[in-house]
């Protein structure tokens, strides 16, 4: 058997999935309890104990491919000159890695920075600042401040070019990375050579004493399972315009990929342009670590109302989940909550994921501006993730990213396919893509789920 061992290390478990590449489908799966605190391979024999459980002895796999979806793995600060542009050019750049992005500096750093940027203990720092040939002041003051502090961390140095060798000599005795400008001219966004540093630091540096250099590449799966899903291969047309949703239980995940140009002339455009592939992740929406976060944000009475139980047993409930974030709903109340957990969850990442329009008043006359992404148009929304795929009413969960008249500025999706994950399989086809993409590819179409009859019928005219 042609076959590929695809893995992913999340928070809570390990997880396998077992591909026959010849006839495109899943042959097993299997996991364990995850083992990031102390060596990630102890958590992957049992992983592969229980898949050999499952399917018997295991076959010679092709390729074994590995990513991390476990949150909190790399704590990053970002430092830009300006908070709206490179600093928000840098933040992107660490979101886009898959980084746990802990703090965001802008300007000159002061010695208080330092001591908060110090206190927030990073695992790695993105310095930027200034397009090429502009500003370099503040960004060498930065550099030469992070030099003389007592940072052990790698820094990757992703500014302004002409100021390249000269933070690398202020940065002396630590360990930097020079990337390409994350914004190389004015509203000119390069995120991706910066995106390949954190990722290579991720692999080289942060992760060796836990085990993870033992397994292959570790990159975000699931935003390259999006990328592959939207545009396709030669020859295999993809689905176009995607957003995909993915409420964990230590952060909510938000991917799309799609057109940053407004869907309706005459609309102008405001701030740093958005990328065409978009990542962000909503660290205080954890259906488990935050699950009082969620309510705080959308409200206990909100809550309640949505799971139809008490104020009084929200609370209740909610001081259950914190003594023990591994708990799974049992009684109907609980799985009640958790269905209102899911939906606010995934209603407040979308909201802040996609962009909004507003009317401004000009001596010219009313203008529409957008703020961020315009998301009205995308062709399909995909849930996955545990708290979609485990919920009696999935479609209910998903549907919360969707437009919404009560708030018509935002530029949500207005009418796309809700399409569900249920084999948890867009981590798995992200890693595929990289060796295999047309299996991957046809893997994940023949695999995701219509939530609806039209649904159903549109996504099999791609099979």
């Known amino acids: ?12 478990y390990t997880k396998l999935r077992a591909i026959d590449l010849g006839r495109r489908r899943i042959f097993g799966s299997g996991q364990g309890p995850s083992t990031i605190a102390t060596d990630i391979t102890i958590g992957m024999k049992a992983a592969l104990a229980d898949l050999e459980q499952r399917i018997g002895a295991l076959p010679q796999f092709r390729y074994r491919l590995a990513s991390s979806s476990a949150a909190g793995g790399l704590r990053m600060v970002t430092i830009g000159l300006v908070r709206e542009l490179t600093a928000e050019a840098a933040r992107q750049a660490a979101l886009g890695a ?13 010695k208080t920075d330092i001591e908060k940027l110090s206190a927030l203990a990073p695992d790695i720092v993105l310095l930027a600042g200034g397009t090429d040939g502009g500003n370099s002041e503040v960004v060498l003051h930065n550099a030469a401040a992070l030099g003389k502090s007592a940072l052990a961390c790698p820094i990757v140095y992703a500014g302004n070019r002409a100021a390249a060798d000269e933070a690398r000599a202020l940065l002396a005795g630590k360990t930097a990375i020079v990337a390409e400008n994350v914004m190389p001219e004015f509203n000119l966004l ?9 990722r290579q630091v991720f692999i080289d540096r942060i992760v060796h004493a836990k085990g ?16 592959l899903l939207a545009d396709g291969v030669n020859g295999c047309g993809g689905l176009g315009p995607l957003l995909v949703v993915d409420p964990g239980g230590a952060t909510t995940d938000v991917h799309s990929v799609a057109s940053v140009e407004p869907s309706v002339p005459g609309v102008i455009p405001q701030g740093l342009p958005e990328p065409r592939v978009k990542r962000t992740v909503e660290g205080d929406l954890g259906m488990r670590h935050n699950a009082a976060a969620i309510v705080e944000a959308a409200s206990v009475e909100h809550i309640a109302a949505d799971a139809r139980i008490d104020t009084a047993r929200v ?38 994921h996609c962009g909004t329009v507003e ?12 703020h961020g992404k315009d998301l009205s148009s995308v062709a399909a929304v995909i849930g996955t993730g545990g708290a979609v795929v485990g919920s009696r009413e999935p479609r209910a969960v998903l549907a919360m990213v969707l437009a919404d008249p009560a708030e018509p500025l935002s530029l949500r999706p207005k009418k796309p396919r809700l399409l569900l994950d249920r084999h948890y399989l867009l981590y798995a086809c992200g890693l595929l893509g990289t060796v295999e993409p047309q299996v991957a590819l046809e893997l994940a179409l023949s695999h995701l789920e219509p939530l609806d009859q039209e649904n159903s019928d549109e996504c099999a005219r791609h099979l």
């Not at 058997?1 to 809570?12: E, P, R, V, Y």
């Not at 390069?190 to 954190?198: Q, W």
């Not at 009317?359 to 957008?370: A, E, F, H, I, R």
Request: charged share 20%; glycine share 4%; net charge neutral.
């Open 359 to 370: 009317m401004v008043y000009t001596v010219s006359g009313p203008v529409m501006v957008q």
């Open 1 to 12: 058997m042609n076959a590929a061992l695809l893995i992913d290390f999340g928070s809570t």
């Open 315 to 352: 609370a209740a409930l909610l001081a259950r989940i914190a003594h023990d974030v591994e708990c799974l709903p049992q009684t109907a109340e609980e799985i009640a909550l958790d269905q209102a957990l899911a939906r606010a969850a995934v209603k407040l990442a979308a909201r802040r």
């Open 190 to 198: 390069n995120i991706e050579p910066a995106r390949a540093a954190i």
């Open 212 to 227: 993870i250099d033992r397994a292959r590449d570790m990159f975000d799966s699931v935003l390259e399972g999006a990328k």
């Open 98 to 110: 898959g980084a746990k992005l802990v703090g965001t500096f802008a300007y000159r750093l002061t």
